[in-house]
């Protein structure tokens, strides 16, 4: 039986919370990713937000209108605080000041940000993004007040590090937006995962011929490192082996760079030991050159072409499948024809639970894919999907079988 996932923010409210600091002009692209990953948003603004970021621009990104004021009486009991938070399914307050931060830790309510941050109810989650100078962040204050609002179950996202508007550098940088959404995803993402270390190879893998000439395949990397999303979203702690891509690294991720078969194969088994999973998503080179050229192959006229010979690489998910004890196993294969038949085989000689069979052309580089997932009872399809929603679906599936 599959379960069809659908994006976990899908039908969200969330209150997004604007605390005065700098970091309010990406509160506004937060928004907007809020809204293209289908949640629905309600800004509340402090005034010291309203200074940064006006609450038109926040109302007309958002399409709801914005709460600043505590006494507004636009809400038809006059209780913004407790209205607003009985809608939320989470508040996400982005970016969060040094300020607002000692007034969570301490309970106050003297705005209408605070007061609904006291009077959510405990299914709804608080989180917050700390956006400050490093030396605010530094502070023993600020310090005391992040453990305590740990301690009160208040999930803290970042904050980064780097250049600051200030001028200085460290610690305090609000998370980007695209890194925020990818905690929100993970926050409302059941933890079938939880506490398990999952290792994944993603992307092609390339063999030189020369010091700029190789060989290499289609591969974008975007299957897997929809994967090792997914199962970061799942609560796993996710490596990522990869090929040469131009995908950035899945957030909460480590991501271990190779290119040739031969590096993918020994970053792999420097990690295997400790895994509990192993995704081999990559599509890794059969052959590798033996003659590689120390210098550039020079043009030749006629047809004195250079003569390439090859050996074999390693193959990477059979060896693991092959040790005493194996992480869970789950392969990957991409046939041009007769998926059925070839990724039964596949399954078998590579001795893994767990095959996702795939059509090479209908996958190689594209959003979406079409998967057939082949184990000790038969196979089973999951239809047509962008491969973030796929990469989801496998996951759940995974956390069924182990
Ligand atoms: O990256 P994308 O553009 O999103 O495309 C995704 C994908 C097509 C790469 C992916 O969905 C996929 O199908 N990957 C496997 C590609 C393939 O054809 O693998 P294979 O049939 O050569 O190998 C079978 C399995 O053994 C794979 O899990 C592969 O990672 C593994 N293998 C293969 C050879 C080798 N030397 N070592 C290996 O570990």
Redesign the pocket.
């Known amino acids: 039986m599959t379960t069809i996932v659908s994006n976990p923010l899908k039908g969200k409210h969330i209150v997004l919370g604007l605390t005065g600091g700098i970091a309010c002009y990406k509160a506004a692209e937060l928004c907007r990713s809020l809204i293209r990953q289908e949640a629905t948003v309600q800004v509340v603004m402090t005034d010291s937000a309203c200074q940064f970021m006006t609450p038109v621009t926040m109302q007309a990104l958002s399409g709801n209108t914005v709460y600043a004021n505590q006494w507004d009486a636009r809400i038809h009991n006059n209780m913004a605080h407790i209205e607003l938070s009985r809608a939320a399914h989470a508040i996400l307050i982005a970016p969060c000041s040094t300020d607002f931060i000692a007034k969570l830790a301490h309970g106050h309510c003297d705005d209408l940000l605070s007061a609904l941050c006291v009077a959510r109810p405990a299914q709804v989650p608080l989180l917050i993004a700390p956006a400050m100078n490093v030396e605010m962040w530094q502070k023993p204050a600020t310090q005391r007040n992040i453990r305590q609002l740990i301690d009160d179950n208040v999930r803290i996202l970042g904050p980064g590090e780097g250049d600051q508007a200030c001028g200085e550098v460290g610690l305090g940088r609000m998370l980007e937006p695209d890194q925020l959404i990818a905690e929100m995803l993970a926050a409302f993402t059941p933890k079938s995962l939880a506490g398990k270390r999952v290792l994944i190879?993603?992307?092609?893998?390339f063999e030189p011929i020369d010091p700029v000439r190789g060989l290499t395949?289609?591969?974008?990397?975007?299957?897997?490192?929809?994967i090792a999303q997914a199962a970061y979203e799942a609560g796993a702690d996710v490596q990522l082996i990869s090929g040469p891509?131009a995908l950035n690294t899945p957030y909460g991720c480590i991501r271990h760079q190779v290119q040739t078969?031969q590096q993918?194969?020994d970053a792999?088994f420097d990690r295997i030991s400790k895994q509990d999973i192993f995704i081999?998503?990559?599509?890794?080179?059969?052959w590798r050159i033996t003659n590689v050229s120390k210098q550039k192959l020079k043009k030749n006229t006629g047809d004195d072409f250079p003569k390439l010979t090859f050996e074999?690489?390693?193959?990477?998910?059979?060896?693991?499948a092959a040790l005493s004890r194996p992480p869970y196993c789950?392969?990957?294969?991409?046939?041009s024809e007769n998926l059925i038949k070839y990724s039964t085989i596949?399954r078998l000689k590579?001795n893994i639970p767990l095959?996702?069979?795939?059509i090479?052309q209908n996958?190689?580089?594209?959003n979406q894919?079409e998967?057939v997932l082949f184990d000790d009872k038969g196979h089973h399809s999951l239809p047509l999907a962008d491969?973030t929603n796929l990469a989801r679906q496998l996951i759940i599936e995974i956390s069924h079988r182990i």
């Open positions: 190879t993603a992307g092609p893998t395949n289609l591969s974008s990397g975007k299957m897997g490192y929809a891509t078969a993918m194969h792999v081999s998503v990559a599509a890794v080179a059969d074999q690489n390693p193959d990477i998910l059979a060896e693991v789950v392969g990957f294969a991409a046939e596949k590579k095959l996702v069979g795939n090479a996958t190689f580089g594209l894919n998967i491969k």
